[in-house]
């Protein structure tokens, strides 16, 4: 991906659920929730948003908790098996 944007000039949409990975590939994030746009910015200006409003720890995990209310774990059904097992 990285690849691509700087030569061509291109904009590249990804969509994913990994915090990680969009901190480490975007230069701006969108946080959605029930199909609205609940934050935008780049990924170090969301982070120092929630660290100065909320006290939490700078990061993209409390970015997407605190703007949607959830938790990163909601979408793991019971009884599924862990990613690390």
């Known amino acids: 991906m990285e690849g691509i944007r700087a030569p061509h000039d291109a904009t590249i ?3 994913t659920h990994d915090m990680a990975e969009a901190d480490r590939l975007c230069d701006r994030i969108a946080i959605l929730d029930g199909g ?4 935008e910015d780049t990924p170090a200006g969301l982070k120092a948003r929630v660290a100065r409003e909320t006290g939490l720890a700078p990061t993209l ?9 959830r938790s990163l774990d909601e979408d793991v059904e019971p009884g599924a098996p862990e990613d690390d097992e």
């Open 61 to 69: 995990d409390n970015v997407f908790m605190t703007y949607t209310d």
């Open 13 to 15: 949409l990804l969509t």
């Open 36 to 39: 609205r746009l609940v934050a």
